[in-house]
């Protein structure tokens, strides 16, 4: 992995993150029947601040999934130091950024569901991409040893 190769993906993972960030607030709106496109406000943050926040968060999520896909190919590190690693960090910005955006509140059970629900997300994609990725490995393999007789 190489920083380089990190910072592109990150680049191209901002409109990535504003896409699917959109797009929840598009089926959020749509099962309410009102146009919700930012969370509710307190008076404190006006509607257009809000959204410029979470356009922002959107943006800063989108980077920072896609550049640290890139742990991933750190051959020389195992599978888990890669995965602890990745997760760490996406958590370290996905959390704070969370609370900016009002997504989640800062209170004690507000944050223990959050963490409950991120851990339980991040869990169910690694096992399907780890999978899918094994099925392919094996596919491979498969072509590999029928070459070889």
């Not at 993972?13 to 969370?39: A, D, H, N, Q, W």
């Not at 922002?56 to 980077?63: A, D, L, P, R, T």
């Not at 569901?113 to 339980?120: A, E, G, P, R, T």
Request: proline residues 4%.
């Amino acid at each position: 992995m190489t920083m380089k190769k990190a910072i592109l993906r990150g680049i191209l993972g901002i409109p990535i993150g504003v896409f699917i960030s959109t797009t929840i607030g598009f089926i959020y709106s749509l099962c309410y029947g009102e146009l919700m496109v930012i969370p509710p406000t307190d008076g404190v943050v006006t509607p257009l601040n809000a959204y410029i926040i979470q356009y922002v968060v959107s943006m800063i999520i989108g980077f920072t999934f896609a550049a640290c896909s890139a742990i991933f190919e750190v051959d020389h590190w195992s599978i888990a130091k890669q995965t602890a690693i990745h997760f760490i960090l996406t958590c370290l910005v996905f959390f704070p950024c969370s609370i900016k955006a009002r997504w989640i509140y800062p209170s004690t059970l507000s944050i223990i569901i959050y963490i409950s629900v991120f851990i339980f997300i991040y869990i169910a994609i690694w096992f399907s991409q780890y999978s899918m990725w094994k099925k392919k490995v094996d596919k491979l393999n498969k072509k590999l040893k029928e070459n070889q007789n």
